[in-house]
């Protein structure tokens, strides 16, 4: 018979996204009870007759929605899964597709189809010499093969032609727009593990699930949003396969940043009333100075600078926070936040534009979505509650967090952590979402990779519990090895100029073991040591009066007491040369445990222990503090003695191997009084930019 690769390229994941988990089970139990009689002519075309009557036809260079059945659903139906289902049956064990075939049965989940790799890569048949199923990947696209992940095809071979041809004049058109402005991408080429080319871009994941087959490629936005990323898409692979063909992940940058004149020309209107916010201080800042970053917001926002926007939301926060006397104000954080967007101007003005975040959405509603809880955080004072709950997106291999924050009412009591859990978005309780799995078709998400559920009667979200079972996890989320985790974490660039996501340390850790377990009282904090098959990071978690039973929770499932400990999830992050992970879950035998919904009041251990301080790690945040009384105090109201700290503090740093930090403070003390507004706004930032970056770099 005529081998068809459009159809045995359809493995059962992409059949699951082109229509949902629900609709593959049912074809699946249909076929296996009654399987359809499958016929094939010669120019390719199949057709398959149900015992029902109803008859699915699928012509050769027509994609599986398209393709007519008789049952008359205008979206991927039963019969049409079921077809291609048939179809591959027959196909992987030689029968003739004139004659019924044998039903076929469910692979495990996430395992792609075995078809032969000369029909997955779009050649005519080929004499197999091989085994697919068994042999390696093929990296370099030498032609040998490697399952389904060759390598013999590339997205970046669809023309200018085929995507206008398939979005359209007015969704090219678009695409060509956010090409000029420049984006940053993600691209996945395909793996035995997953045969998919795909690629992240900003707030959607495209997938190209069947190989030289533009109609297949998949955006897991809703249908009628975002119909430029397919067309962006294509473009970050051309770019990737011109940089190395053989790397199974790169990011890429994509359009002639040069064009992104209107974002740098937006961020430079933040720097004027940085300049007066640094000369009269936040505690002395007029009441005019709100509304002059408040129309700077606006011109950030008109020219899609999405990082520079939300830094400056922050920043205003902070302004609010300190005028209302609010616990929320922190001194440190607002410094930073004037810094980052010093940071981004400069970065932007040399061309770096992908630091403006001007390829991203605000907004993007997301398609059919399976998403895996990884746990949740609780936050807050006695003004405010904020609960996050993260969740792993396997498909587009990366964490979306959805957030909620609860004000107190004066005089009121904060809602306990346990309170927060039962609380509900749509028909969830957070607890839930925290620990399940989540299926939802009402996904919104964010540039920052927020995600809200909203509430549909038609598009609706279900919850099911977990197992705790992320082995299929992709690597991006699943980590293994520690020691690689950490050589990623160091190599990649500044926190201030990288995109403003939520999550973005979120991992999950498959453990191999746990020991050292032990409570620090002075600083009411519990430490541990992580084992995973390969590297070991500390566990760390402070109390919080936010969540009060976490400690006592999180001790107990370490030790083993509920089961041997199988994964962590967490904030996984570099301090002083070494990780840490900050839990999020923990997954025992079949369950998993959120600490910081946990009920158990923490008993406090007696003690007296100080914490310990690394003198360079203490030098340093000295330093951090003294700059930040700058824009707190205001440059024209800083006391004499400051000049005199900053001095000291300027020797301390050179005393522990520091020395062009120490410069850069000496040259902040010594030319603050006499430099003109911007100049003095660029010697503050130097400083404090140089501090935050050393610390982050310990």
Not at 88 to 95: D, K, P
Not at 440 to 465: G, I, K, M
Request: charged fraction near 20%; proline fraction near 7%; charge should be negative.
């Amino acid at each position: 018979m005529t081998m068809r690769p459009d159809l045995l390229a359809l493995t059962d994941d992409s059949l699951i996204a082109l229509a949902n988990r629900g609709i593959f089970k049912r074809a699946v139990k249909e076929n296996a009870t009654t399987p359809p009689a499958v016929t094939e002519s010669q120019d390719g075309t199949v057709e398959v007759t149900f015992s029902d009557g109803i008859r699915t036809t699928l012509p050769p260079g027509t994609t599986l929605e398209a393709s007519p059945c008789t049952c008359a659903a205008n979206t991927v139906c039963r019969h049409r899964v079921m077809a291609v289902l048939a179809y591959r049956a027959s196909a992987e064990t030689g029968s003739d597709a004139s004659e019924p075939d044998a039903p076929p049965t469910e692979p495990a989940r996430g395992e792609a189809a075995t078809v032969p790799a000369d029909a997955i890569s779009g050649d005519k048949a080929k004499p197999r010499t091989d085994d697919a199923s068994t042999s390696p990947p093929d990296p370099a696209g030498t032609g040998e093969r490697g399952g389904s992940a060759s390598r013999e095809w590339s997205p970046a071979e669809f023309t200018d032609e085929h995507l206008r041809e398939l979005l359209g004049a007015r969704a090219f058109t678009a695409a060509r727009r956010a090409h000029r402005a420049g984006y940053r991408a993600k691209v996945h080429r395909p793996t035995v593990a997953d045969p998919v080319p795909s690629v992240e871009l900003s707030a959607v994941t495209v997938r190209f699930l069947v190989p030289n087959e533009i109609g297949y490629a998949r955006a897991d936005a809703a249908r009628g949003s975002r119909t430029d990323a397919i067309a962006l898409a294509v473009w970050a692979y051309r770019v990737a396969d011109e940089l190395d063909a053989t790397a199974e992940s790169l990011e890429v940058t994509v359009g002639a940043s040069a064009d992104g004149s209107a974002a740098v020309a937006a961020t430079a209107t933040v720097l004027p009333p940085l300049a007066d916010l640094l000369n009269d201080g936040v505690a002395h800042a007029g009441p005019d100075l709100a509304g002059v970053f408040t129309a700077a917001g606006r011109a950030l926002d008109s020219a899609g600078a999405r990082w520079p926007y939300d830094a400056l939301g922050d920043l205003l926060d902070q302004l609010a926070a300190y005028r209302d006397r609010s616990a929320r104000h922190d001194p440190l954080r607002t410094a930073a936040l004037m810094a980052e967007l010093v940071a981004r101007g400069r970065a932007s003005a040399r061309d770096w534009v992908p630091v403006l975040g001007t390829e991203e959405s605000a907004q993007t509603p997301l398609r059919h979505l399976r998403l895996t809880g990884l746990g949740a955080n609780v936050t807050g004072d006695s003004e405010s509650r904020s609960v996050e709950v993260y969740f792993a997106h396997p498909e587009a291999r990366i964490v979306l967090t959805l957030h909620h924050t609860v004000t107190v009412a004066d005089g009121a009591e904060p809602p306990s952590a346990t309170a927060l859990a039962a609380r509900r978005t749509g028909s969830a309780r957070y607890s839930d979402l925290a620990a399940g799995n989540v299926v939802t078709e009402s996904a919104v998400r964010s540039a920052n990779r927020t995600v809200r559920l909203a509430n549909s009667r038609v598009a609706r979200t279900s919850v099911l519990p977990s197992s705790g079972d992320w082995s299929k996890l992709p690597p991006e989320l699943l980590v293994t090895d520690l020691d690689a985790e950490a050589t990623r974490l160091a190599a990649l660039p500044p926190s201030l100029i990288r995109p403003r996501v939520r999550g973005e340390s979120i991992r999950a850790v498959a453990v191999s073991e746990i020991t050292d377990i032990h409570y620090l009282p002075g600083e009411q904090r519990l430490e541990a040591i992580l084992h995973a098959p390969t590297g070991s990071a500390l566990i760390t978690y402070t109390h919080s009066s936010a969540t009060p039973g976490a400690l006592d929770a999180l001790a107990h499932t370490l030790s083993g007491e509920a089961g041997p400990v199988h994964y962590l999830a967490g904030s996984l992050e570099r301090q002083h040369g070494r990780l840490t992970l900050t839990p999020t879950a923990v997954v025992t035998d079949s369950k998993v445990h959120v600490p910081a919904f946990a009920a158990t009041d923490h008993q406090l251990q007696p003690g007296t222990a100080l914490p310990h301080q690394d003198p360079l790690a203490a030098t340093l945040a000295s330093a951090l503090s003294l700059t930040a009384e700058v824009p707190h105090r205001g440059r024209r109201h800083l006391p004499p003695t400051w000049y005199d700290r900053a001095a000291e503090t300027s020797t301390a740093l050179r005393r522990v191997g520091l020395r062009a930090a120490g410069e850069s403070l000496t040259a902040l003390h010594r030319q603050l009084v006499t430099a003109n507004d911007s100049a003095a706004l660029a010697l503050w930032a130097d400083a404090h930019l140089r501090l935050l970056i050393t610390t982050e770099q310990l």
